[in-house]
């Protein structure tokens, strides 16, 4: 018994040894350009961290090390595979300054040659022309974690940068506290949650290109775990800071119907309806009114206008990475002749408007696991739907599938990697190959899953490909 302990011990070590010198050769020595290099990294770690799971599910505490130490790998790296983190800085530099960043251009301040900021052309290089030629879409809780940057490391890029990567860390962190927490509320395995820390696609891109959808999976899971616990006033709270880290989880908020309205007694009657009602307007408002009150120190008529304006380019101009999209687009070729985006992008989310209502009303969402599956539906059905689809997107179902039966968004945070293919062509250019091969396996699993879980009244632990 002893010499298999300590045999396992020896794996574990190895295996941690072996990521951190995986890490530190993505974050230090490598190049975007170079896809097999990334691919193979990228699918070491995964092995990685798989193992490490496999080997350790009854050891929470050397996971959730493991899970810090390759965080901190990243702590001095500038990132290689995104470049938004300039416009963070610089957003971050301009409120320093005094100056409300939705109302003006980056390539403005630029080309007059007056920017109140430091390294204002570095920044300006660094986002690129297409970055800077637009006007802001980052919410405000996401603009004063750049505002934190800013005052303490207002003249250095890594300074910025090590502030960004400290801040998100201890979003996950947070995410880890809760959701363990909420797992154990919940009954399920509370090894699941490495399937979020322990990924080396949330590593990546969010530790390591520093995206801010950590802060707002944060928000998002303590909300829930608040829900779950009875106060779902302060839940309201939380999920309105998600919103107003990045604007994707109001569409959760149709969802939240049956949550409320439905009493967990057999009994239904009229008083108890009034009730449900009543609190879910109260917490629809908590939720409006929060974002209301971060919004409010930007707001004015030009906020409106830019702020409408970069939204509206994600649905109508821009396209990355997107599976449904492109096969209109292609339809659209064959019939018109030219790109149909700016039709799509308007006809699109409506599809997913509907869909969510279909997802509210014609499925059971009562109880906290039946609405978390909802949401990794729902928000995989936007995705499936959008015209543009960046890596870092897939944070927020990979974090909540977790808490369910459903374990696809684990195996698309692995084959995500096969849309940084684009960037092996000097003028970025997608392989439309590998994105369908890409979303060919997702929907794969995720149909496969579909049909296992109608099929099986079994608990999320015991159907899980992951356990």
């Known amino acids: 018994m002893m010499s298999a302990l300590w045999k396992n011990k020896r794996f574990s070590i190895v295996l941690l040894l072996l990521g951190i010198l995986l890490y530190w ?17 990228w ?8 193992k490490i799971i496999q080997n350790n599910a ?20 500038i990132p290689n595979l995104s470049q938004d983190f300039y416009r963070f800085i610089w957003d971050g530099r301009m409120l320093l300054e005094g100056f409300n960043p939705y109302l003006s251009l ?15 052309r570095e920044l300006y290089d660094g986002m690129g022309q297409l970055n800077g030629s637009h006007y802001t879409n980052y919410p405000p809780i996401s603009q004063f974690c750049y505002f934190i940057a800013a005052l303490f490391a207002s003249k250095s890029i890594l300074g910025s940068a090590i502030v960004f990567r400290v801040l998100i860390i201890m979003a996950d962190i947070g995410t880890f506290f809760f959701g363990r927490k909420l797992l154990q509320a919940l009954k399920l395995p509370e090894k699941h949650i490495f399937w979020y820390i322990l990924n080396p696609f949330i590593i990546i891109e969010l530790t390591g290109n520093l995206h801010f959808e950590a802060v707002m999976v944060f928000f998002i899971i303590w909300s829930l775990y608040l829900l779950q616990k009875g106060y779902w006033y302060w839940a309201a709270v939380a999920l309105a800071l998600s919103v107003s880290v990045k604007l994707i989880p109001l569409l959760f908020l149709p969802l939240f119907v049956q949550k409320f309205i439905m009493d967990r007694k057999k009994s239904f009657d009229k008083l108890s309806l009034t009730k449900g009602i009543s609190k879910l307007i109260m917490f629809y408002s908590l939720v409006i ?9 930007f707001f004015s008529a030009t906020f409106l206008k830019n702020f409408s304006k970069t939204i509206s380019l994600w649905f109508q101009n821009f ?6 999209f492109y096969i209109v687009r292609w339809v659209g070729y064959q019939i018109v002749g030219w790109n149909v985006i700016e039709t799509a992008g308007k006809i699109l989310p409506m ?32 995705y499936f739907l959008s015209t543009t689809v960046h890596p870092w997107y897939i944070a927020v179902p990979l974090s909540l599938c977790v808490f369910t039966r459903y374990r696809f968004p684990v195996v698309w945070s692995f084959v995500i990697i096969l849309s940084y293919t684009a960037y092996i062509h000097p003028d970025f250019k997608e392989n439309l190959w590998m994105v369908g091969l890409e979303y060919g396996i997702v929907l794969a699993v995720l149909g496969w899953e579909i ?3 109608t099929k099986t009244s079994r608990p999320a632990s015991a159907t899980s490909f992951l356990n």
Do not use: H
Not at 319 to 324: G, K, L, R
Not at 365 to 380: D, F, P, S, Y
């Open 58 to 77: 009854n050891n929470w505490k050397l996971l959730a090390l493991a899970g810090l130490l390759f965080r901190i790998i990243f702590l001095l790296a």
């Open 43 to 50: 699918t070491g770690l995964f092995i990685v961290s798989y």
């Open 289 to 297: 009114s929060v974002v209301f009150l971060t919004f409010a120190p």
């Open 451 to 453: 049909y296992r879980n």
């Open 351 to 382: 599809v997913t408007i509907v869909i969510l209502l279909v997802l509210t009303f014609l499925r059971k969402n009562k109880a906290t696991t039946q609405l978390i599956t909802a949401m990794v539906l729902g928000i995989c059905t936007y």
């Open 25 to 41: 050769s993505f974050a230090y020595r490598l190049e975007r350009t170079d896809f097999i290099k990334m691919i193979t990294l």
């Open 106 to 120: 980056p390539e403005v301040w630029v080309a007059q040659g007056n920017a109140p900021i430091a390294q204002a």
């Open 319 to 324: 396209e990355f990475n997107a599976s449904i």
